[in-house]
């Protein structure tokens, strides 16, 4: 059982292009989280999304950050018209649906370290 | 603000000494996980501590939890070069138990 897969591993983009990164979850499940990670800091939270569906984006910048879980294919972390604050690592992480004996452990990936030029 | 805060946030010990970080949180939660981080790699998690549990075993770690204090410990025996990581500790926040608020972590170092 493969863990979460983020890709690309690392990626660098000039101010004003768009980065998209991608999360692929845990087989079985249907539960996906992102956190920016700073450096030399904890991670904070930015969304959570289930399938289709955003639960809860309190922690995503109201501008040029969005995030999408489709039914079929990764989650999608996108950021338009980058800045170099932008530069940072992207964890996402995936847990099972709840209810089940582990719920609320969150598998992480490898993270994207974005670089903004 | 940060809901949990690890202390210290840095420590260096000799192998096969005992390493014991701290994690101080502000609101009441359900749960409170360790994780760590190895430099530039993603997250590995350690040991989930609930609410309603006081102390933990896995291997050579040991986390203890205090609601009164609204802290935890994270020790870890006989360390280890491969124990060189950062410690995060991370707890769900009041209102739910999805959304996992982190520290600053504390970087452990072993020296050999």
């Known amino acids: 059982n493969a863990g979460v897969m983020q890709n690309p591993r690392h990626l660098v983009r000039r101010r004003g292009q768009e980065a998209r990164l991608r999360c692929s979850p845990m087989?079985?499940?249907?539960?996906v989280y992102w956190y920016r990670q700073l450096p030399e800091e904890g991670l904070k939270f930015m969304v959570y999304?289930?399938?289709?569906?955003?639960?809860?984006e309190s922690g995503m910048p109201k501008e040029r950050f969005s995030a999408e879980f489709p039914k079929e294919g990764p989650s999608i972390l996108r950021i338009q018209q980058v800045v170099r604050g932008d530069s940072a690592a992207y964890f996402c992480?995936?847990?099972?649906?709840?209810?089940?004996?582990?719920?609320?452990?969150?598998?992480f990936g490898p993270g994207t370290r974005l670089t903004v030029l | 603000s940060q809901q949990g805060e690890e202390d210290p946030q840095a420590l260096s010990i000799q192998e096969g000494e005992n390493a014991t970080m701290n994690c101080s949180y502000k609101t009441s939660i359900n749960n409170l996980q360790w994780y760590r981080q190895n430099s530039g790699r993603g997250l590995v998690h350690l040991i989930l501590?609930?609410?309603n549990e006081r102390e933990k075993h896995s291997g050579r770690l040991r986390v203890t939890l205090d609601t009164s204090k609204k802290s935890s410990s994270l020790l870890i025996t006989a360390s280890r070069a491969a124990d060189t990581a950062s410690y995060f500790c991370a707890t769900d926040a009041w209102r739910s138990n999805y959304q996992l608020i982190w520290g600053a972590g504390t970087k452990l170092i072993i020296k050999p």
């Open positions: 501590i609930r609410s």
């Open positions: 999304l289930q399938k289709e569906n955003i639960i809860d």
């Open positions: 992480a995936s847990s099972p649906p709840p209810g089940l004996s582990s719920y609320n452990e969150q598998f």
């Open positions: 087989k079985g499940h249907s539960h």
